[in-house]
């Protein structure tokens, strides 16, 4: 199944995947919240970047999610990273 690259897609797959991480309600997960706000930290951090790199075929390491600390700045992030890949 080919992976989306619209943002509005990668964005709304990114939040479903960070409330599951975090034990949240999706609806609990705002665009622009800073990850630290959201409770996230380095280990959960780690399994983010594992489910994002499994989704969308990429190699990151969990600097990226801290390098990109909120949901808007991560999916265009993720969605240009994909791009190169693809």
Excluded: C, W
């Amino acid at each position: 199944m080919p992976v989306s690259l619209d943002a509005a897609t990668i964005r709304d797959e990114l939040r479903s995947h960070l409330a599951e991480v975090l034990y949240v309600e999706v609806a609990e997960v705002e665009d622009d919240a800073t990850f630290q706000d959201l409770g996230l930290d380095s280990v959960l951090g780690v399994e983010l970047v594992s489910v994002i790199n499994a989704k969308y075929g990429l190699s990151e390491v969990v600097d990226a999610v801290f390098d990109h600390p909120t949901l808007n700045k991560l999916a265009d992030y993720v969605r240009e990273r994909a791009a190169e890949a693809a």
